[in-house]
């Protein structure tokens, strides 16, 4: 089974049918005020619809209210919540979508949700410490995660791109990977090539098992 795979920060159909078209298992739409990639409730709503059946539909927030993500979760057919800030109880209890838990990764570990909180998230996503969504483009050391555990399923992300997507699979074994700027032309704007070589790598690389896998 090939590990999953994230496109986030999409912005425009053709990225979405090209995502979806390669294997893509989630496809991320950004509602944060802090990211060049932000999309309207409506653009996000049309987004939405063009993705198939099994994919699933991720929001991404970092500031934005309970009420705003509701709202988004609505417009946009929302399958789950990615969170970007310190985990609270608010992000987790009641909140109608399944949340995706954002941990930073620096030289100087991981600065780890609670763990009660972070057993009630459906995943987890290690990305590189400052980064914003859309990413830094610079990948943290993954030997950093060397004897971590965590009590939900993986996805890796920070700097992640066709060229060393395969050796941090193989050396993390996430369930999953995230991808938004490495490969893009620019900010929302997707390379068809980039694309392709991404997903080629990944299927290339080992089945997710061990720690990454949760």
């Known amino acids: 089974m090939m590990t999953e795979v994230k496109i986030c920060g999409l ?10 078209a390669l294997g893509a298992a989630y496809v991320g739409f950004n509602f944060a005020s802090v990211s060049p990639r932000r999309v309207s409730l ?4 049309d987004l939405s619809r063009a993705a198939p059946p099994g994919v699933a539909r991720v929001g991404v927030f970092v500031h934005e209210t309970r009420e705003e993500i509701l709202t988004a979760i609505e ?10 800030r310190p985990l609270s109880p608010d992000d987790v209890h009641g909140m109608p979508r399944p949340v995706i838990a954002v941990e930073r990764v620096s030289d100087r570990g991981v600065e780890h949700a609670p763990a009660e909180l972070l057993a009630r998230c459906r995943s987890v996503l290690l990305d590189t410490a400052g980064a914003r969504p859309g990413g830094t483009g610079i990948a943290f050391d993954w030997d950093v995660l060397a004897g971590q555990t965590w009590p939900v399923p993986v996805i890796l992300a920070g700097g992640l ?3 060393n997507v395969a050796q941090a699979i193989w050396r993390v074994r996430p369930a999953a990977v995230d991808v938004a700027s490495g490969v ?8 068809e090539e980039k694309m392709r070589l991404f997903f080629k790598a990944v299927s290339l690389s080992p089945s997710p098992s061990g720690r990454g896998s949760g």
């Open 11 to 20: 912005t425009r159909r053709e990225d979405v049918d090209l995502a979806c």
């Open 161 to 163: 791109d066709p060229d």
């Open 42 to 45: 409506q653009k996000a709503h």
């Open 184 to 191: 893009e032309s620019s900010p929302g704007i997707k390379d």
């Open 75 to 84: 417009a946009a057919g929302l399958d789950l919540v990615q969170i970007h």
